[in-house]
């Protein structure tokens, strides 16, 4: 929700060189993210259960909402980098087991169109949530813009959890072993 706003945000009240420490902050959070993500990829592969899949994407998500939370807290850039290793970490853990689930439960001869269709919906999302975004930081300040992103993020986890039910029950596909 944050994103159109996020050199603003650091520049009213974080730098006076908001260029800088927003390619700082976003490469901190992108390097964070690469580091952990494929460990965090090969713990959930390690089972062929969906349970650590979902708890892993459960607990991502959860981390990420702390991480969005915590920006109403922060005043200095250091803060702020520190935050940005949180979310990294958060985005790591909680995207192979998400990434998982959805793979597994795609309609095998749909593979395409349900990625396509998952894409579409994750930028429609996320071109709405901008939107959003930038109307209430600008009508009410970055800190309802931040509690609200967080607590967005967070109704995620509970959802993912909500159809922990459905996820269990439906048909699980079977993964050949390597030869």
């Known amino acids: 929700m944050f994103t159109p706003v996020f050199a ?7 730098s006076d060189n908001p260029i800088q420490v927003v390619g700082t902050a976003v490469a ?31 607990v991502g998500t959860v981390i990420m909402a702390i991480a969005y939370f915590l920006y109403t807290t922060i005043g200095e850039v250091w803060q702020l980098y520190l935050l940005q290793v949180l979310l990294g970490f958060g985005t790591a853990v909680a995207f192979p087991g998400w990434y998982s689930m959805f793979t597994r439960h795609i309609d095998k001869t749909k593979e395409a169109f349900s990625w396509s269709l998952y894409d579409v919906s994750l930028g429609a999302g996320m071109a709405v949530a901008a939107a959003l975004g930038s109307m209430i930081a600008s009508q009410f300040g970055f800190q309802i813009l931040f509690y609200i992103a967080s607590a967005m993020t967070l109704l995620g986890a509970i959802t ?19 030869l």
């Open 8 to 14: 603003l945000f650091i520049e009213d009240h974080l």
């Open 28 to 58: 901190i959070y992108l390097i964070t993210r690469s580091i952990c993500e494929i460990p965090v990829g090969i713990f959930v592969d390690r089972t062929h259960s969906e349970k650590d899949d979902l708890v892993t994407a459960v």
């Open 160 to 178: 993912l959890c909500s159809v922990k039910g459905q996820i269990f029950r439906s048909h699980h596909h079977h993964h050949p072993q390597a």
